[in-house]
T-cell receptor, first 112, second 111 residues
Framework: EPEVTQTPSHQVTQMGQEVILRCVPI?????FYWYRQILGQKVEFLVS????????KSEIFDDQFSVERPDGSNFTLKIRSTKLEDSAMYFC??????????FGDGTRLSIL | SQQGEEDPQALSIQEGENATMNCSYK?????LQWYRQNSGRGLVHLIL???NEREKHSGRLRVTLDTSKKSSSLLITASRAADTASYFC???????????WGAGTKLIIKP
């Protein structure tokens, strides 16, 4: 069964550095999403992407964050000037229509 | 506003018993979905129920939706040790694509 793949599985970064989290969505899917889950808390929506542009974003998704689909397969989340509170699991998801969304295994981001 | 509040927060049962988890939400929805998350892993889609549906089955899973009460339940029958995981409901509202998540129910199946 096709899956969403995310790399790396774990990223450790110094505070203030930039990180890029990578995702390969399911190939025929048209909608892409990023979510995050701070340890012990709810999953939170960050951004959705369709037709090469952001379709929706949450209050969390401020100027520190950006997304890109640099080629036909990858979907990336860039976090600039990382802060301690950015430490979380980041999940990528994709969907053919609006639902259901299929998730990757996540990237655990640790900011030191 | 918060959507998709699950209860109980934790549930521990014997293997073979049925497990029921509930979810409540606040705003109008298109769909309600249930996901499973094994510890440290991703979110696995289990089942989607549309706002015009009342009940749906998939294998050992049974989901109900009561839009008048803004609530849903997930029943896992004949539980197995492998069902041990956290279970989340997520809703997508009529006006947007984002999924709004509850805090989850941590289910432990004792062998």
């Amino acid at each position: 069964e096709p899956e969403v793949t995310q790399t790396p599985s774990h990223q450790v970064t110094q505070m203030g550095q930039e990180v890029i989290l990578r995702c390969v969505p399911i190939s025929n899917h048209l909608y892409f999403y990023w979510y995050r889950q701070i340890l012990g808390q709810k999953v939170e929506f960050l951004v959705s992407f369709y037709n090469n542009e952001i379709s929706e974003k949450s209050e969390i998704f401020d100027d520190q964050f950006s997304v890109e689909r640099p080629d036909g397969s990858n979907f990336t989340l860039k976090i600039r000037s990382t802060k301690l509170e950015d430490s979380a699991m980041y999940f990528c998801a994709s969907s053919e229509g609006v639902s259901p969304q299929h998730f990757g295994d996540g990237t655990r981001l640790s900011i030191l | 506003s918060q959507q998709g509040e699950e209860d109980p927060q934790a549930l521990s049962i014997q293997e073979g018993e049925n497990a029921t988890m509930n979810c409540s939400y606040k705003t109008s929805i298109n769909n309600l979905q249930w996901y499973r998350q094994n510890s440290g892993r991703g979110l696995v889609h289990l089942i989607l129920i549309r706002s015009n549906e009342r009940e749906k089955h998939s294998g050992r899973l049974r989901v109900t939706l009561d839009t008048s009460k803004k609530s849903s339940s997930l029943l896992i029958t004949a539980s197995r040790a492998a069902d041990t995981a956290s279970y989340f409901c997520a809703t997508d509202a009529a006006s947007n694509y984002q999924l709004i998540w509850g805090a989850g129910t941590k289910l432990i199946i004792k062998p």
